[in-house]
């Protein structure tokens, strides 16, 4: 019987004869306790920035205004 690191070692060879290599690729924890509090958190953050951007806010409405069938739902910042 295979040890059963076999395949997955021929996989990651196969993969770096290709020229890839593996690389570690840290990602939040969707299930620690502070997570949600920390999404509303940033949220809150990037939505504040976007109010006081009323240049950006503007660029973006006249932006979009060229894509045929779109309309604002919000009214445009003046």
């Known amino acids: 019987m295979a040890d059963v690191n076999t395949h997955p070692r021929k996989h990651r060879n196969a993969l770096r004869r290709a020229g890839l290599r593996p690389v570690l690729l840290w990602v939040p924890d969707l299930h620690h306790p502070d997570f949600a509090e920390e ?24 932006a979009l205004s060229d894509i045929e069938g779109w309309r604002a739902i919000a009214p445009a910042l003046k």
């Open 39 to 62: 999404c509303r958190r940033q949220s809150r953050l990037a939505a504040q920035a976007d109010m006081a951007d009323t240049d950006l806010q503007r660029f973006m409405d006249e």
